[in-house]
């Protein structure tokens, strides 16, 4: 199975299986898994939600998926999960209650990360969020999974931080001085 990835475009996770190679509800598995950030065990079963054998059925090597065809959605682990015959797997979380707050703190956690490192030079790793928002813990397992596997990186990358995932920790990076110049006067880093 491919990495997952938040389209946030769509507002959904997603991945892509090999239908040749990859069992369809152990995919369906890992992407939830990865999305609720638990050990696959730590799941409900899948059977609790679908017949697993008639979804291995539905996309095993046959005309209809080969042509990229089929479709089936299910709600499995508070997601409505939906698998196509083209091999991907969507997964949109149910619940938002704040539809509003969550888009906000997940367009602006970059932003606020370089903010807060700003002021301190090392925080924990996971997602800023404003006392005047309100997100559903659906809502915060988003978020901190796009802050550990999208946002993290993207700045690490960039070298403005250094994201040591084994102590949850992020500093500032050997670039954060030059590209991220504080507002505030005298600050001498």
């Given at each position: 199975?491919s990495?997952v990835?938040?389209?946030?475009?769509?507002?959904?996770?997603?991945?892509?299986f090999?239908?040749?190679?990859?069992?369809?509800s152990?995919?369906?598995?890992a992407?939830?898994a990865t999305?609720?950030?638990?050990?696959p065990?730590?799941l409900?079963?899948?059977?609790?939600?679908?017949?697993?054998?008639?979804l291995?059925?539905?996309?095993?090597d046959?005309t209809?998926?080969q042509q990229?065809?089929?479709r089936?959605s299910?709600?499995y682990?508070?997601?409505?999960v939906?698998?196509c015959g083209?091999?991907?797997?969507e997964?949109?979380?149910l619940e938002?209650t704040s539809e509003?707050?969550?888009?906000?703190a997940?367009?602006?956690?970059?932003q606020r990360?370089?903010?807060?490192?700003d002021?301190?030079k090392?925080?924990?790793a996971t997602p800023?969020?404003r006392?005047d928002?309100?997100?559903?813990s659906e809502?915060y397992?988003?978020l901190?999974?796009e802050?550990?596997h999208?946002?993290?990186?993207?700045?690490q990358?960039?070298e403005?931080?250094?994201f040591?995932r084994?102590?949850d920790?992020v500093?500032?990076?050997?670039?954060?001085a030059?590209?991220?110049?504080?507002?505030?006067s005298g600050?001498k880093?």
């Amino acid at each position: 199975m491919s990495t997952v990835e938040f389209d946030t475009d769509r507002e959904l996770f997603q991945a892509e299986f090999d239908r040749t190679h990859d069992s369809v509800s152990l995919a369906v598995v890992a992407l939830v898994a990865t999305v609720r950030d638990k050990e696959p065990d730590l799941l409900a079963p899948l059977y609790s939600s679908i017949d697993v054998d008639a979804l291995e059925e539905l996309f095993a090597d046959s005309t209809i998926t080969q042509q990229g065809g089929g479709r089936i959605s299910f709600t499995y682990e508070g997601l409505e999960v939906t698998v196509c015959g083209d091999g991907k797997i969507e997964a949109v979380p149910l619940e938002t209650t704040s539809e509003g707050d969550f888009e906000t703190a997940l367009q602006e956690q970059k932003q606020r990360v370089l903010a807060e490192l700003d002021e301190e030079k090392t925080l924990d790793a996971t997602p800023i969020i404003r006392h005047d928002e309100s997100l559903s813990s659906e809502e915060y397992l988003t978020l901190v999974y796009e802050l550990h596997h999208v946002h993290l990186p993207e700045l690490q990358a960039n070298e403005l931080v250094e994201f040591d995932r084994q102590a949850d920790e992020v500093r500032r990076g050997p670039q954060f001085a030059k590209k991220c110049p504080s507002p505030k006067s005298g600050d001498k880093r």
